[in-house]
Nanobody, 124 residues
Framework: QVQLVESGGGLVQAGGSLRLSCAAS????????MAWFRQAPGKEREFVAG????????YYPDSVKGRFTISRDNAKNTVYLQMSSLKPEDTAVYYC?????????????????WGQGTQVTVSS
């Protein structure tokens, strides 16, 4: 089992930027797929970015494409989500997740371990 801890959330004005980090422990993330999801109150958990091993392939839904960038530092066992041009509708709790098999999938049940989440609030 991999333990994931997210950080970097906070309050930002619309148009601003934030960088989230997800530090892993317990096991190396070597060869694992990583992803970020978010969940707003009353809504389902939504996929926002995924990255394969070793980091050359990424995938984003249209809602964040061009604004969010996922990356990984394999030496530090850490994954990042750089968010820019933030909008109020980006407000949510953001979760990091790991998938121990190959392939970036957008469904939460495809992922094996999750972090506790970090709150991102974008004010208008």
């Amino acid at each position: 089992q991999v333990q994931l801890v997210e950080s970097g959330g906070g309050l930002v004005q619309a148009g601003g930027s934030l960088r989230l980090s997800c530090a892993a422990s317990g096991r190396t993330l070597s060869h694992y797929t990583m992803a970020w999801f978010r969940q707003a109150p009353g809504k389902e958990r939504e996929f926002v970015a995924g990255i394969g091993w070793p980091g050359s392939n990424t995938y984003y839904p249209d809602s964040v494409k061009g604004r969010f960038t996922i990356s990984r530092d394999n030496a530090k066992n850490t994954v990042y989500l750089q968010m820019s041009s933030l909008k109020p509708e980006d407000t949510a709790v953001y979760y990091c997740a790991v998938r121990t098999t190959v392939g970036i999938l957008a469904t939460p049940r495809a992922y094996d371990d999750w972090g506790q989440g970090t709150q991102v609030t974008v004010s208008s």
